[in-house]
């Protein structure tokens, strides 16, 4: 399983931005794809996942700001990342937990200037 997150950017506080991950794998399910970042100095932690049809999990942080959203027929998860603050500047990583072992991308870079 391969998983390429993209969108990243240098945007100004209050922003927005859409962060995409593309799955190259013969399985795909959106259920169980989440977004974690981290950043500089600070331990990596989960943002947003996709527990099933009806349940989402958004870390404290982010809640009301951020909504994660997936398209199982284009193998597609997304994040998009509203009013963003300085404290979302992160290396955002995509994530697929299906079981073990668990998935990660490559990481794509948002920076949010004050």
């Known amino acids: 399983v391969q998983l390429q997150a993209s969108g990243g950017d240098l945007v100004q506080a209050g922003g927005s931005l859409r962060l995409s991950c593309a799955a190259s794998?013969?399985?795909?399910?959106?259920?169980?794809m989440g977004w974690y970042r981290q950043a500089l100095g600070k331990q990596r932690e989960l943002v947003a996942r996709?527990?099933?049809?009806?349940?989402?999990h958004y870390a404290d942080s982010v809640k009301g700001r951020f909504t994660i959203s997936g398209d199982n027929a284009k193998k597609m998860v997304y994040l998009q990342m509203n009013s963003l603050e300085s404290e979302d500047t992160a290396v955002y990583y995509c994530?697929?937990?299906?079981?073990?072992?668990?998935?990660w991308g490559q990481g794509t870079q948002v920076t949010v200037s004050s």
């Open positions: 996709i527990i099933n049809v009806r349940t989402t």
């Open positions: 794998s013969r399985f795909f399910s959106t259920y169980g």
């Open positions: 994530n697929a937990n299906w079981g073990t072992p668990e998935f």
